[in-house]
Each structure stands twice: as C-alpha cells, then as structure tokens.
C-alpha cells in the first residue's frame, strides 16, 4: 500500500460500544480521533450544549412553577375587578410589577408591561415621537442599535423625523463628545444600547445620561441583555425609559417590560395601540397574567443571584476564550474590558462561520450573530461597524453563556470548536 492509500484508510473501531472512526493522517485526523476518544468521557454529557443565550435562555424550574397556577386555577382577567379571579389575577401582576421595579431600583408605577423588547423599544421610541412632536422631532441613536431600534427610527424617518446614527470605535463604543456635538435645539431623544447583543459591549451610560440632561434630552435605552446580568439603576445611571425583556433574564418568552421615569422628569409617551387603555394607558391589551409572573418571579432570582453567578458565568466564559485564542488568528470583536460577562465574540480567521456552525451544530448551539438577522447571508452590521471587512466578519461566531452552562460543557466546547477550526483550515489549505 502506497502513501496516498494509506492516509485514505478509514475503518470503524468499536470500545465498550461506542464507534470511533480511525483515521489515518499526519495531519488533522489523528487530531480528531484523538478528540472523539477524549470524548467518551463526555459520554454522560447532555448534547447538544447551547451556548447562544443572547437570544434566549433556558427558563428556570421556580419561574415555572411559579406561572403554573396562573394557567389552570387562578387563570382570570386581571382587568375584571368584579370577581375574585380578576382580583387574584391583578394581585399576582402587581407583585411581579413590584418584582421587576427592584431589580432596577425604579417605583412599581413605572413599569409597563409588554409583549417584550421589541414591543417596548417602539413604544418608547415612537411614543417620545409623537408626544414632544411640539418640542422637536430630531434622534440621536447608534449604527450598532437592535434592529427593534433602528427598524423603528427608520419608520420615524418616513413620518418627517431627523434620526442621527453615531458611528462606533473598533470596541464599539460611541464617542462622547460626538454625540454631544449633534445635539441641537430640536433634539428630543438620545436612544442608546446598554449593552450590544452581538458583542455584549456596555456602553457608557452615566456619561451619556449627563450629557442628556445637561441639554434637557430624554434617554432611552434597550437594556435586554443587561438587566439580570449586571447590576442596573436606573436612578444612579440617569435613565428615562428602558427595555427589558423575561426571555432573557431565564423567563417565558412573549412578555417584557418599559420602565417610564415618573419624576424629574416625568416622562410622556404616546401610546401606540388603542383598545381599553390598560397599563396606565400606554398599553391596551389583555394581560399575560401567567408570562407576567413568570416574568417577576426571574426578575426576583436574579436580584438574588447575579452577583454570585456572574462571576462563574465570566470564568467559564474567559476559560473558553482563552483556550480558542491557543488557536492562532482568532480575534476578540469588540471591548474585553467593557463587556457583559457572558458573551465572546471570536472571529476565526481563513474559515467561515456557516462551515464553522455546520462542523459543530449538532453538538453545540452557538450563532453567528443576531437572531433577528439570522435569517440573512449578509455580515453582521455590527462587526461591519467596529471595522471588521466583509471575509473576517463571516468568521465570527458568538458565544453566550449562562448560569446552567457548566465548566464540562465549555471543556467539551473547547475541543470540539478547537478541531472543527483545524479542519477547515486545513481543507482550506489544500484548496489553494
């Protein structure tokens, strides 16, 4: 048998029931049987592993048992005051109202519930719009915005609106004396993420909150992957309106929260649908009695927990880091200093990331960007934004962590990502 033969033999070999290709090659394929007979002892390990929890998380057990008995035995309309299932209904949304207001350090009254971020990020946006239409109609937002946000200041646009879209550094952060500068007499908003969901960037939120009310501006900001991950007040940080949504905060989905600043200054909105003005007449609409107390009940774990399990989200999350980084030409996109503790976004340079996802989907539950876009071929906008080219942009993979995700599970991650990158620039490498 030649040389070319002999690197082209593959048979199976059976251990204590479990098949493992062998591979013969001096290459790559002695590293990946290495790594399949590591891996029988992940044999125990649940697959896959999900490491995309910006776009959702895994709902807690207690927020479930929590919402149970708001399906099946104290199911009434919060809105029926006649009745003691419309009284326990409305009861059980007022302690959740409660529940979330003490995570971010606001008054009950100045929640609002919603159908989630996207619903309130248009509310507060397109509410400031039209209720200070006499004041001005001129936004200052960000490249790097949500598509919720920017989607929305789009729509403002078409209405006569003037929206102001701040440019990013390469860590993605706004420059303050910019944004200070486009500031003019009809200003009325300054719309500003907290923290970025593709490379979980935090931006400077007192500095800008100072800057809008030097100049008597209201701040808004989508803080959907912040809240329940880092500690938030929304007094000390100077905000007047904020998105947040139960999602991702290990809650149901379908149900999120505005929190409307009652006093200095007492913030107006518009509301955007009409029919029986609930919510303090911001937002009609029956309420999701059992999504809202799902809701309150992750907020209320969260005030409790966060700190604690931060800290072990972001070493689990720097172990995995740094181990992909051993890999060579492999980038972190945006700041490692001002971030959220639970996200890395890597580009692995000369793969793709669709080549990437398909050699490891089946094992771990990662994204290559926005779930909200992923629904496109295009790069990310907001790696596009930090001065990624369109090739290193496509190579970029995002991970986000949480309090289920395990150190055997990030081990597992390490290995497997670490194999799959290999192969890919190998192949790659003879394809040239």
Known sequence: MNKSNFECVSFPLL??????????????YAIELILQ???????????????????????????LDAMIPYFMERYG??????????????????????????LISAEPKEIIFTSGATESDNLA????????????????????????????????????????YLK?????????????????????????????????????????????????????TDATQVVGKIPVDVNKDGIDLMAFSAHKLY????????????KNPRVKIT????????????????????????????????????????????KLRDKLELELLKLENVFVNGSITHRLPNTSNLSFKYTDSESLMLGF???????????????????????????????????????GLSRFTTEEEINYAIQRIGVTVSKIREMNSVGK
């Open 271 to 314: 509301a955007q649908m009409d029919g029986g003005r609930h919510e303090k007449g911001m937002r009609s609409g029956t309420l999701n009695v059992p999504g809202i107390v799902g809701f309150g009940k992750a907020c209320e774990l969260c005030k409790n927990e966060m700190n604690k399990e931060s800290e072990q989200i972001k």
């Open 37 to 63: 007979v590591k891996n029988l002892f992940y044999f125990m390990l649940q697959l896959p592993i999900y490491l995309d929890n910006n776009a959702t998380t895994k709902m807690d057990n207690r927020v």
């Open 361 to 399: 989907n089946k094992d771990i539950a990662v994204s290559s960007g926005s779930a909200c876009t992923s629904a496109t071929l295009e790069p990310s906008y907001v790696l596009k934004a930090i001065g990624l080219d369109d090739d290193l942009a496509k190579t970029s993979i995002r991970f």
């Open 168 to 220: 990013v550094n390469k860590d993605g952060l706004i420059d303050l004396n910019e944004l200070e500068n486009e500031i003019k007499p009809e200003t009325i908003l300054i719309a500003i993420m907290y923290a970025n969901n593709e490379i979980g960037v935090i931006q400077p939120i007192h500095e800008i909150s100072i800057i809008a009310k030097k100049h008597g501006i209201l701040f808004f």
């Open 251 to 262: 809650g149901p989905k379908g149900v999120g929260a505005l929190y409307v600043r009652r």
């Open 77 to 102: 309309n919060a809105a029926s005051r006649t009745h003691s299932f419309g009284w326990q209904a409305e009861e059980a949304v007022e302690y959740a109202r409660e529940q979330a207001a003490q």
């Open 125 to 164: 946006l397109k509410g400031v719009f039209e209720m200070y239409a006499t004041k001005g109609s001129h936004i200052i937002t960000a490249v790097t915005e949500h598509k919720a946000v920017l989607d929305s200041c789009a729509h403002i646009e078409k209405l006569g609106g003037e929206i102001t």
């Open 15 to 28: 251990w204590r029931g479990v098949g493992v290709r062998l591979k013969y090659n001096l290459n790559f």
